[in-house]
């Protein structure tokens, strides 16, 4: 949902006024420092000072501290200095050698037994961790900061985790307790005197405000005006603590809420504010989400050579980023975009490349696991005395009654007994349902097969008579009715354009009728193969009306023909979907033989239709092409959304 706050938690607040740069102080004794415990100190302090605001600078003091500690086997040291370096390396969207720095530190924090650097190490592995997305992994490590926090009394680490807990409620979208959360962490914050991290608390309960109004979907814009509310208050705090990073964040907030208001100008206001000071710390993290709300904001303007440079700015920054919800939105961004501006066939290529980033986007909302997480830290010290007291429960009840063991082995082992033969039984009748399940399978492909294949004899039967009864009825007709106009004169000109007119009908009428033989039994499949007959139906397609390009790829050898034919009544069934419902003005079929089977891809820009309904379709179109692919042991896909085309996607094995 949002990244801010989990952001905002790593920012160290040094104060409302300093009198002088302790960087500069720090630089200034380093050459003088002879000790290398001292010096690899004095390396870790900077690169701590700098690993926000100036990862660039910071990262070479790092590199240093970690070879030098290396070299004396100084362990605490090495591991500070990781952790910096991957603080560092992740505001720079390094996040794979991040991830193993802070896997370093962690290492060793771990052996050092220094708990509030593991402490600190697990929240940062968390933090980058969600921004990737991998919202299951991350809730672990922020479990174990939480634990590490609690057992060295650091109240600030436990608001922090309060703050997390809060986020993991707002992706679950339960507003109330987010906010109950967040608000018990800005009371602890004020009482430890952290106004910055206080207003880190406000910038949450702002956010969840704005998430209560989205997914309230009513017209009371209520929670937008106190979301502005509490954004702005945080907005004042981190401007008078001087925190350029934080500002700069809340600002992408404050004009994200504003876009979703449809307020555009006020929502450009901010955006660029944020722009401006993320470009003055270097920081890369958020520029997708910025840049895609910037371009947001210029197409509802319609002003759209700016829409078009800031969602390529939006998309290029998301995949630097390693971020798929930030690669799905830019691409629905340029799908839109090339909507508005006529554009059909990037349209097309963008929504097959926004539809496949939304198929890889991992799930978010593991709502049993979050509360199982979340349940565990809860109560894990009452467990602990629950241990405790269970065990003394048992040794009192040993002194006092041993002669009640020998009854309880023998009661056991009737309980195991009972619970293995109860085991056994439900096995067995397992097994039985399995074997059932597969004989119903097994007769439902038979009745399949025995449809289609009797579905097909009637159409070649059909085809037949078609083409060999009433095909050539017409074809003597024609050719008497030729004679007849030559033989007989007819002065008249209406007579004689008549006559002709008739003729052109029964020429006509002949053509049709070879043309819907054809199609109920393509002659072509069984010399030509599938990938000829598919190009051959598709050119007798009205091209001003339905572009279709067809791609054909790996088709040198026959199929079997049962695979073919069904396989192209599969392809037949489709087109003639969007030509009849679609509306669509653009098709693209791709069909590509490998080694181990055949893909088929559909893709029209059509109206779409929701997937969800498949089953109410009063139409037997869809289910005829899930029968027939079922029948080839394959599989079939529809992707699609009302306004946003519809993709279909086959591939059945070749054996």
């Known amino acids: ?38 010096k690899i100190n004095i390396l870790n302090e900077i690169s701590g000072l700098l690993k926000r605001d100036k990862a660039n600078e910071g990262l070479n003091y790092a590199g240093q501290a970690i070879a030098l500690s290396k070299k004396v086997n100084f362990n605490r040291g090495l591991a500070t200095a990781y952790f910096n370096r991957g603080i560092m390396l992740l505001s720079t969207n390094k996040v794979d050698s991040a991830r ?8 060793i924090y771990r052996e050092e037994k220094h708990l509030s650097g593991l402490a600190e190490a697990y929240n940062e592995m968390g933090t980058l961790l969600r921004i990737q997305g991998k919202q299951s992994e991350a809730i672990v490590y922020f479990q174990q900061a939480a634990t590490m926090f609690e057992k060295v009394n650091n109240s600030l680490g436990s608001s922090d985790c309060l703050t997390l807990i809060a986020n993991n409620f707002n992706q679950l979208l339960e507003f109330d ?23 880190q608390s406000l910038a949450g309960i702002g956010l969840t405000y704005r998430n209560m109004q989205i997914y309230s979907k009513g017209d009371d814009d209520t929670n937008f005006k106190l979301a502005i509310q509490y954004m702005m208050k945080a907005r004042k705090v981190f401007i008078n603590a001087n925190l350029t990073r934080n500002i700069a964040l809340i600002d992408k907030e404050i004009g994200v809420t504003y876009l979703q208001q449809l307020d555009y100008n006020t929502a450009l206001q901010y955006l660029n504010f944020a722009e401006e000071r993320f470009k003055l710390i270097d920081y890369k993290q958020e520029l997708g989400a910025l840049y895609r709300a910037i371009g947001q904001c210029y197409l509802n303007l319609k002003r759209f050579a700016e829409a078009k440079k800031y969602i390529d700015r939006a998309l290029e920054a998301a995949i630097a980023e390693q971020y798929l919800q930030h690669i799905e939105e830019s691409y629905e961004s340029l799908y839109n975009y090339y909507k508005l501006t006529g554009n059909s066939a990037a349209a097309l290529a963008s929504h097959e490349k926004w539809m496949d980033a939304k198929d890889s986007l991992t799930e978010r909302k593991n709502f049993d696991k979050v509360l199982e997480m979340t349940r565990k830290y809860e109560t894990e010290k009452k467990e602990q005395q629950i241990n405790i007291l269970n065990k003394e429960n048992t040794i009192q009840k040993l002194s006092i009654a041993k002669q009640k063991t020998t009854m309880g082995i023998v009661v056991g082992i009737s309980i195991t007994v ?21 004989h ?36 003597a007709v024609k050719m008497n009715l030729n004679g007849l106009i030559e033989r007989v004169d007819m002065p008249r000109d209406e007579d004689r354009f008549l006559a002709e007119k008739t003729l052109a009908l029964v020429e006509e009428s002949c053509k049709e009728v070879r043309y819907i033989s054809h199609q109920m039994m393509p002659n072509m499949l069984l010399r030509s193969g599938i990938a000829s007959d598919v190009k051959s139906f598709i050119e007798k397609i009205d091209s001003e009306k339905l572009k279709v390009k067809v791609e054909a790829n790996g088709f040198k050898d026959k199929l079997e023909s049962n695979v073919e034919i069904v396989l192209y009544r599969v392809i037949q069934e489709a087109v003639n979907n969007v030509i009849k419902h679609a509306n669509a003005t653009l098709l693209d079929i791709k069909l590509n033989r490998e080694t181990s089977g055949i893909s088929a891809t559909i893709i029209d820009n059509g109206i779409g239709f929701d997937t969800t309904a498949i089953e109410s379709f009063s139409g037997i179109g869809l289910k005829n092409i899930a029968a027939r692919v079922e029948y080839l042991k394959g599989t079939v896909n529809f992707r699609s959304a009302p306004g946003a085309g519809t993709s279909l996607r086959v591939w059945v094995p070749v054996v």
């Open 440 to 475: 119903r399978l097994e007769q439902r492909a038979e009745l399949t097969k025995a449809v289609i294949e009797a579905e097909e004899k009637e159409r070649v039967r059909i085809a037949s008579d078609l083409h060999d009864g009433v095909g050539q009825l017409f074809s």
């Open 418 to 438: 009972i619970a293995f033969a109860a085991l056994l039984y439900n096995r067995n009748k397992n097994k039985q349902k399995i074997v059932l399940q597969e």
């Open 1 to 38: 949902m949002n990244r801010l706050l989990l952001l905002l938690l790593s920012v160290p607040f040094i104060g409302f006024s300093q009198q002088r740069d302790p960087v500069d102080s720090l630089k200034s004794i380093l050459p003088t420092t002879r000790e290398d415990t001292a």
């Open 177 to 199: 307790k987010a906010l109950a959360t967040y608000k018990k962490a800005y009371a602890l914050r004020i009482k430890i005197n952290r106004p910055d991290k206080a207003a």
């Open 100 to 107: 193993s720095d802070l896997q370093n530190a962690i290492v």
